[in-house]
Nanobody
Framework: QVQLVESGGGLVQAGGSLRLSCAASGRTDSSVVMGWFRQAPGKGREFVATVNYNGGTTLYSDSVKGRFTISRDNAKNTVYLQMNSLNPEDTAVYYC???????????????????WGQGTQVTVSS
């Protein structure tokens, strides 16, 4: 498995921006599909965005499309989530995840990811 560490979370006012980072280490592989998920208090884990190995394919949930951008820098083994126009409904713990290297398809399904970070808290105040 790959070790993933998220950073960049924090408290921001509605309308503000944050950029999350996810650094991968261990058995890193630039071909790994990466994703971001989030979990709000009392709710299940929700898909946010995913990117394939070269950044050529990205998928977003309807709730963040047009506001969030996922990207990756394979030279740094890092995936980013740029979050703009944040609103209180975006408040959650955000998790980075990686699919097993043998799979190259970006996916919205959390069950298809086998490596997860510890999460970073994002709080948006109104």
């Amino acid at each position: 498995q790959v070790q993933l560490v998220e950073s960049g979370g924090g408290l921001v006012q509605a309308g503000g921006s944050l950029r999350l980072s996810c650094a991968a280490s261990g058995r890193t592989d630039s071909s790994v599909v990466m994703g971001w998920f989030r979990q709000a208090p009392g709710k299940g884990r929700e898909f946010v965005a995913t990117v394939n190995y070269n950044g050529g394919t990205t998928l977003y949930s309807d709730s963040v499309k047009g506001r969030f951008t996922i990207s990756r820098d394979n030279a740094k083994n890092t995936v980013y989530l740029q979050m703009n126009s944040l609103n209180p409904e975006d408040t959650a713990v955000y998790y980075c995840a990686a699919r097993p290297p043998r799979y190259s398809t970006a996916s919205r399904e959390a069950r298809l990811y086998d490596s997860w970070g510890q999460g970073t808290q994002v709080t948006v105040s109104s």
